[in-house]
């Protein structure tokens, strides 16, 4: 079986066969040309990483070589710091608490002091008081007496000055005061 294919559809299969391998390697070139031109803005993005990131790193990883140490001593400091701080603060509560007691005992025994100070006080001045009445009643007794006796005397001897000078007086008679 042969069969006769016009020479005209092989020469048009060819031709667009032709055209399409054609339309494929220029857009393989296109790819080419576009990757180029990206790989080539990599090239100088990698270049600035390199010219910039590079030396920043090295910084970074000397500075942190550099102050590794240092945190590591300031770390263990703070530790130190931290436990010193809550001793301290035991020692502090501790003490306070002492503190405190002593006062509260203080307080109690100025208290008690200051009750006992009050009675003695009001003892004394109640005794003070009973003692200047006892010497009132005493003193003042005896002094009215020889106030009343002095009056007395006054009076009778007014009593005799008068008598002497009513003997030569005229009677009132009704003049009687």
């Given amino acids: 079986m042969h069969h006769d294919i016009p020479v005209w559809v092989y020469i048009t299969f ?13 857009v393989l070139l296109g790819m080419l040309f576009a990757l180029k031109g990206a790989l080539g803005r ?13 030396p920043l790193l090295a910084t970074s990883r000397s ?12 770390a263990q ?8 701080l809550k001793e301290v603060s035991q020692t502090v509560r501790t003490e306070s608490t002492h503190v405190a007691s002593a006062v509260d005992d203080l307080l109690k025994k100025a208290s008690v002091q200051a009750d006992r ?28 007496q020889v106030g009343a006796v002095l009056n007395g005397l006054r009076a009778g001897l007014d009593v005799l000055r008068n008598k002497g000078r009513d003997a ?3 009677p009132d008679g009704d003049h009687f005061v």
């Fill in 168 to 170: 030569h007086a005229s």
């Fill in 14 to 26: 060819t031709a667009v066969t032709a055209v399409g391998v054609l339309m494929q390697a220029l």
């Fill in 77 to 84: 400091n703070a530790l130190e710091v931290s436990q010193t």
């Fill in 42 to 54: 990599v090239n100088e993005v990698s270049k600035k990483a390199e010219e910039n990131v590079l």
């Fill in 117 to 144: 100070v009050d009675e003695m006080v009001t003892g004394t001045l109640n005794s003070v008081a009973n003692a200047t009445e006892a010497v009132q009643k005493a003193v003042s007794g005896p002094v009215r």
């Fill in 63 to 74: 500075l942190l070589e550099e102050v590794s140490p240092k945190l590591k001593v300031a």
